[in-house]
């Protein structure tokens, strides 16, 4: 069965700190693996991850894709209050001819200031 | 990025009514379209595919006859949730792939409160 697994499942830092998020993942006919931030709405996206070993970075977030292993992770350095959120990570994969994404139960962080 | 926009952003209903959600895609195309339900505190759960010109592919134990799901032109989805009862109430969420794009764009979501 398909699944998408998220770790820590809270945390909660200070201002200033460095936070890594991982996700594990089983999908089949995996595609990509995303990563959302989740505030008080819907999802909005940060990275879609499909190679091995490629970092990608937006700023102060970062996050690479070891598909061997089957794991990625989401880097956040010198964090902000504004950082507090949900992080989603979700597996894409082929359900027939639909597209379909797994996705966890989120990593929920508090970064206090 | 592709812009997906949901109508209305919350409602309250009576228990025994139906409420219809829309879900537009504003500067795209969108032949396939999900539709997602949280509750507080829990991640996403996938009710359905809707799929433009045909059927709606609906998730295991989710009710097809009480989630009607319409996708009549590339840029609208619409969930009916039919006879509402106050355990329908969650916050829907709507995504869709965008034309040429490999992520998924989601709408600012629904609140539904049924009393």
């Known amino acids: 069965e398909d699944k998408v697994v998220q770790s820590p499942l809270s945390l909660v830092v200070h201002e200033g700190d460095t936070v890594t998020l991982n996700c594990s993942y089983e999908?089949?006919?995996?595609?990509?693996l995303l990563w959302y931030k989740q505030e008080k709405k819907a999802p909005t996206f940060l990275f879609m991850l499909?190679?091995s070993g490629i970092e990608k970075k937006s700023g102060r977030l970062s996050s690479i894709l070891d598909k061997k292993e089957l794991f990625s992770i989401l880097n956040i350095t010198a964090t902000q209050t504004g950082d507090s959120a949900v992080y989603l990570c979700?597996?894409?994969?082929?359900?027939?001819?639909?597209?379909?994404?797994?996705w966890g139960l989120g990593t929920s962080l508090a970064v206090n200031p | 990025g592709a812009v997906v926009s949901q109508h209305p952003s919350r409602v309250i209903c009576k228990s025994g009514t139906s409420v219809k959600i829309e879900c537009r895609s504003l500067?795209?195309?969108?032949?396939?379209m999900f539709w997602y339900r949280q509750f507080p505190k829990q991640s996403l759960m996938l009710m359905a595919t809707?799929?433009?010109?045909?059927?709606?592919?609906?998730e295991q134990g989710v009710e097809k006859d009480k989630f009607l799901i319409n996708h009549a032109s590339l840029t609208l989805s619409t969930l009916t949730v039919t006879s509402a009862h106050p355990e329908d109430s969650s916050f829907y969420i709507c995504?869709?792939?965008?034309?040429?794009?490999?992520?998924?764009?989601f709408g600012p979501g629904t609140r539904l409160t049924v009393t």
């Open positions: 999908v089949t006919n995996f595609r990509s």
């Open positions: 499909t190679s």
């Open positions: 809707s799929n433009e010109g045909s059927k709606a592919t609906y």
């Open positions: 500067d795209f195309q969108a032949t396939t």
């Open positions: 995504s869709a792939f965008g034309t040429g794009r490999a992520e998924q764009y």
């Open positions: 979700a597996g894409e994969g082929n359900a027939g001819n639909n597209r379909k994404l797994i």
